[in-house]
C-alpha cells in the first residue's frame, strides 16, 4: 500500500467529492462505519450503485472494506478525514447570483 501526501491527497479527495451520492456515503462514514445495505437503505440507492460509489472511494483511498465474517464494514481511512468532512460542511460560500445554477445551489443561502 502507497501513502500519499500533499496535492495527491486533494485531487482523490477531490474526485470523491464531485458525485452527490459519494458526498452522502462520506458523511454517513464520518458518523459511524457501516454494511453496504445499510449504507444503501439509509442512502435510497440501490446496492448496485452504492457498490460502485465505495468502489471509487476505496480506489480513491478514502475508505476501507474490514471484513467481518461473510460481510464487509466500510469506514473512513482516517479520523483526520471525518474531521475535514466536518470542518468542510461549516464553510459558508460567497456565491454570485449568476452562478445560481451550479449543482447543490439552494435559494436562501
Known amino acids: 500500500m502507497q501513502t500519499l501526501t500533499s496535492t495527491s491527497v486533494l485531487e ?15 458523511v454517513a462514514l464520518r458518523d459511524a462505519p457501516a454494511y453496504p445495505s445499510e449504507l444503501a437503505e439509509s ?10 460509489h465505495l468502489s471509487c472511494l476505496r480506489g480513491c483511498g478514502l475508505v476501507v472494506a474490514v471484513p467481518e ?3 464487509s464494514r466500510y469506514e473512513l481511512v482516517d479520523p483526520k478525514l471525518g474531521h475535514a468532512l466536518t470542518d468542510l460542511l461549516g ?3 460567497a456565491v ?10 439552494v435559494a436562501g443561502r
Do not use: Y
Open 91 to 93: 464553510i459558508v460560500l
Open 12 to 26: 482523490r479527495v477531490g474526485t470523491a467529492l464531485s458525485d452527490p451520492t459519494r458526498v452522502r456515503i462520506l
Open 69 to 71: 465474517g461473510r460481510r
Open 43 to 52: 442512502l435510497g440507492v440501490s446496492r448496485q450503485s452504492l457498490s460502485n
Open 96 to 105: 454570485e447570483p449568476e452562478h445560481h445554477g451550479h449543482p447543490g445551489w
